[in-house]
């Protein structure tokens, strides 16, 4: 099976986008190794090798998450907060992680620190992106309670463990990416692909046990021509 093309390429580029645009896609959208999509494109008669699929996911994702949060709805103003491990190197670092109550995710910070201070700097960078929240639930970790009082003022937060379940599903994804990875190399490369990856699944994992067989299929429809339009976009 071969993929078509229409789009004019890239200037500077073998392949037509649309081959890049299916590449970036399966590698962030299925639980794939550069081994795997490289394998895929194989199949559809597209020659390449998977450290070429490597320089396009790290190019690229960036740009299709930019193009979706740039056109994204306005969130919940109901967030989510939590922190979790991950090694880099043999050093224990912190993925911070806050999404929406429609469990969509809002933005994360790979930092070396589990402190008020870290806490500070995540909660600045979602309220200049999205302002300020009304409700805002965490876990039981007494860094968030400064930091959030002094930048959002009048927020109702919830610090409960039973209450903060929807973020801790999240983590999920995050996981078996870093397992077949074999663990992230630095925090610079954690913080690219996770931005990327996160954003991607907002479209392309809508919350399938909240919709009907046929909402589900136009949910990813519109999805499917989103990311055309956005492969439309990019540029060398």
């Known amino acids: ?46 020659m390449v090798s998977r450290e070429t699929i490597r320089g396009w996911v790290n190019r690229f994702g960036a740009h299709f998450a930019a193009c979706i949060r740039r056109d994204r709805p306005r969130p919940n103003d109901k967030w989510h907060l939590d922190e979790v491990v991950i090694p880099i190197n043999g050093l224990k670092h912190w993925l911070w992680r806050a999404v929406d109550a429609n469990g969509d995710t809002l933005d ?17 960078r979602l309220i200049a992106q999205f302002g300020k929240p009304r409700v805002v639930t965490t876990d039981k970790l007494r860094s968030y309670i400064k930091p959030i009082a002094h930048q959002a003022p009048g927020v109702d937060h919830r610090a409960h463990k039973g209450l903060n379940n929807k973020i801790e599903g999240s983590h999920r994804p995050t996981r078996r990416r870093e397992k077949i990875m074999g663990r992230f190399k630095s925090p610079r490369q954690a913080q690219r692909f996770l931005t990327a990856h996160d954003q991607i699944n907002n479209i392309f994992r809508p919350r399938r046990y909240s919709l009907t067989a046929i909402s589900y299929r136009h949910a990813r429809a519109d999805a499917f021509c989103l990311w055309t339009d956005y492969a439309a976009e990019m540029v060398a």
Do not use: C
Request: glycine share 4%.
């Open 1 to 46: 099976m071969k993929i078509p093309t229409s789009m004019p390429r890239l200037k500077g580029f073998r392949h037509p986008r649309e081959v890049i645009a299916y590449a970036v896609w399966a590698y962030h959208r299925f639980a794939l190794s550069t081994a795997d999509v490289e394998d895929l494109l194989a199949e559809r008669g597209v």
């Open 108 to 124: 994360i910070l790979v930092q070396t620190r589990r402190n008020a201070k870290a806490a500070k700097r995540f909660m600045a």
